[in-house]
């Protein structure tokens, strides 16, 4: 399969841990993005990579999150000190910048914080 | 910010087709229409894009008016597993990265 991939899956954790994510993107596709999407809500974005340089940020990703592609292929998402209201989908996305630069979407990653 | 509308639901007997409009009437002229759905838990799914023409792949047909203030994408033959939410975005790949997602139209298709 050469979609994209996420890992993991799903991950519970208490209230001010940190946790981190990673994005696998479709191989030659140097668009990244990240998104979150809480329950009965669609996705919304936070953050895009072109190649390894983040171009634009969400002002829904506070100081407690980060989010890097160090070698412009996989991305990790970071959130620290984690609180309740962090708990939601976060969604991977990459894309080749033709054409309509169609974005495709990983399976996400179910955050749970107690 | 969504600049779509879409009906909030809608239902769909198994084996008919699935006509889902969607209202973008500020689109501008180079505005791309993109269909994705997601099924409850997964991520979104691409399904189809379209500019000015009309479009047919493997998944939907997607028919976008002459005016393009409107669109309906259409599922041929539905069935279960075509029951999702269906969201209909417009986006202008050369200045906006990001997809805004509404609220999307829930489909349900009922044996």
């Known amino acids: 399969d050469t979609g994209v991939s996420q890992d993991p899956r799903h991950k519970i954790t208490k209230r001010g841990q940190n946790v981190t994510f990673r994005c696998d993107p479709i191989?030659?596709?140097?668009?990244l993005y990240w998104y979150r999407q809480t329950l009965g809500q669609g996705p919304e974005f936070l953050t895009y990579?072109?190649?390894?340089?983040?171009?634009?940020k969400s002002r829904l990703l506070s100081d407690r999150f980060s989010a890097e592609r160090p070698k412009g292929s996989f991305s990790t998402l970071e959130i620290q000190r984690t609180e309740q209201g962090d708990s939601a989908m976060y969604l991977c996305?990459?894309?080749?910048?033709?054409?309509?630069?169609?974005?495709?979407f990983g399976p996400g990653t179910r955050l749970t914080v107690l | 910010d969504a600049k779509t509308t879409q009906p909030t639901s809608m239902d769909c007997a198994e084996g008919r087709a699935a006509n889902l409009p969607c209202n973008h009437s500020?689109?501008?002229?180079?505005?791309?229409v993109y269909w994705y759905r997601q099924i409850h838990s997964q991520g979104p799914q691409y399904i189809i894009h379209?500019?000015?023409n009309n479009e047919t792949n493997e998944m939907a047909s997607l028919i976008i008016t002459e005016d393009r203030k409107s669109s309906t994408l259409i599922l041929p033959h539905a069935t279960l597993r075509d029951t999702a939410v269906y969201y209909c975005?417009?986006?202008?790949?050369?200045?906006?990265?990001?997809?805004?997602f509404g609220a999307g139209t829930t489909v349900t298709v009922r044996a």
């Open positions: 996305a990459s894309s080749l910048p033709l054409g309509a630069d169609t974005q495709y």
């Open positions: 191989s030659e596709h140097n668009r």
């Open positions: 990579f072109q190649n390894e340089a983040q171009l634009e």
């Open positions: 500020t689109i501008s002229g180079n505005e791309y």
């Open positions: 379209g500019l000015k």
């Open positions: 975005i417009v986006r202008f790949p050369s200045n906006d990265y990001k997809l805004s």
